[in-house]
């Protein structure tokens, strides 16, 4: 059974935190179906809801695609800001930023690939 996540009481959210949050769907969902997108988004709300963490961000940056490969490159920030999978990303990002967003995982706090 999905659960609507609850509206956030702070402030509206800045365009940082949009994008913040949007790469890191796009970057985590990576090739998978768009219902992936929605999941991911979830399981970040749904941590940041159980560690009572300060922002969704500081629990975007905690992820892999935020950590510095080999050759210096940070996946989420190399990631396209353009095109249906980013555009999708945004929607499901703003969706969860203005309350909006049902969790399609049930709670859940991992995914895997």
């Not at 998978?32 to 399981?43: C, E, I, K, N, Y």
């Amino acid at each position: 059974m999905s659960a609507r996540l609850a509206p956030s009481s702070a402030s509206p959210p800045d365009r940082a935190t949009l994008d913040v949050l949007a790469r890191t769907i796009q970057v985590e969902a990576a090739f998978g179906p768009a219902r992936g997108f929605d999941a991911v988004g979830a399981v970040i709300v749904n941590r940041a809801k159980r560690a009572h963490a300060p922002s969704l961000e500081d629990v975007c940056r905690t992820l892999a695609c935020w950590m510095p490969r080999a050759d210096g490159a940070v996946p989420a920030l190399a990631a396209a800001k353009s095109g249906r999978r980013y555009e999708h990303a945004r929607r499901v990002a703003r969706q969860i930023l203005r309350g909006r967003h049902v969790d399609p995982t049930a709670g859940a706090v991992e995914w895997a690939d």
